[in-house]
C-alpha cells in the first residue's frame, strides 16, 4: 500500500543552518505531495505542497521538489530559525481523499 | 475567514464510556476528515465525509462513527471507549469533490485521554 517514509530525529542544528529532512514515498498512480509542521501543543499547519511531478513547493523559506525518479520530497532551508522548531510531518494524498503520513521528524534549533 | 474550529479542547473519558467531538469546518469548505494521532506518531485516517455521505474509511472498527450536517459541520463519535483510544483527534476541511484530491486545512484538535 501507499506510504511515506522519513529521516527519523531528533534534528538538532544550530541558528542558521541548513536544514534537511529527507521524505520518501511509495504510491501508485501521481499522488500529491505536503510538509505539514505542527508546533507544541498545535495542530498541523500546512507547509508547501507539489502536485506533480518537478513541481517545487516553498513558503516561509522552506522549500521542497517532487522528485518521481527517486520518489522523494525532501525539505530544506537555507538557515533555520530557533521559531522553527518543531514537528515536521511529509504526506501524500494517492487522490483517494485521505492523507497519509509519515512519523514525522522533530526540528530542535538552538541560539 | 474563519478557520477550522474543534470543541472540546480536552476530553476525559473513562473506559467503556462514549465520546463526541466536534468540527466546524472553514468557511466555504464542504468535506471533512477526521484523523487520530497518537502521542510520538503521524496521524492516522478514520474517515472523510463529502457533502454529508461517508467518502472513504481507514482501518477503524464500526464504533467510530461520524456525522455531517447541512452546514459541513462534523461530529465524530467514539463507543465503547478503549484505553488505546487516547490520542490527539485532528479534523481537516477542504474544498473538493469526491476524489478528495485539495488541501486539507487543519483544526487544533481535541485532547482525548481515557482512564
Not at chain 1, 529527507?22 to 499547519?45: D, I, K, M
Not at chain 2, 464500526?62 to 483510544?85: C, H, I, K, M, T
Request: aromatic content about 12%; overall charge negative.
Amino acid at each position: 500500500g501507499d506510504s511515506v517514509t522519513q529521516m527519523e530525529g531528533p534534528v538538532t542544528l544550530s541558528e542558521e543552518a541548513f536544514l534537511t529532512i529527507n521524505c520518501t514515498y511509495t504510491a501508485t498512480g501521481y499522488p500529491s505531495l505536503f510538509w505539514y509542521v505542527q508546533y507544541p501543543g498545535e495542530g498541523l499547519q500546512l507547509l508547501l505542497k507539489a502536485t506533480k511531478a518537478d513541481d517545487k513547493g516553498s513558503n516561509k523559506g522552506f522549500e521542497a521538489t517532487y522528485r518521481k525518479e527517486t520518489t522523494s520530497f525532501h525539505l530544506e532551508k537555507g538557515s533555520v530559525q530557533v521559531s522553527d522548531s518543531a514537528v515536521y510531518f511529509c504526506a501524500l494524498t494517492p487522490n483517494t481523499g485521505k492523507l497519509i503520513f509519515g512519523q514525522g521528524t522533530t526540528l530542535q534549533v538552538k541560539p | 475567514e474563519t478557520g477550522v474550529t474543534q470543541s472540546p479542547t480536552h476530553l476525559i473519558k473513562t473506559r467503556g464510556q462514549q465520546v463526541t467531538l466536534r468540527c466546524s469546518s472553514q468557511s466555504g469548505h464542504n468535506t471533512v476528515s477526521w484523523y487520530q494521532q497518537a502521542l510520538g506518531q503521524g496521524p492516522q485516517f478514520i474517515f472523510q465525509y463529502y457533502r454529508e455521505e461517508e467518502n472513504g474509511r481507514g482501518n477503524f472498527p464500526p464504533r467510530f462513527s461520524g456525522l455531517q450536517f447541512p452546514n459541513y459541520s462534523s461530529e465524530l463519535n467514539v463507543n465503547a471507549l478503549e484505553l488505546d483510544d487516547s490520542a490527539l483527534y485532528l479534523c481537516a476541511s477542504s474544498l473538493g469533490d469526491r476524489g478528495g484530491t485539495d488541501t486539507q486545512y487543519f483544526g487544533p484538535g481535541t485532547r482525548l485521554t481515557v482512564l
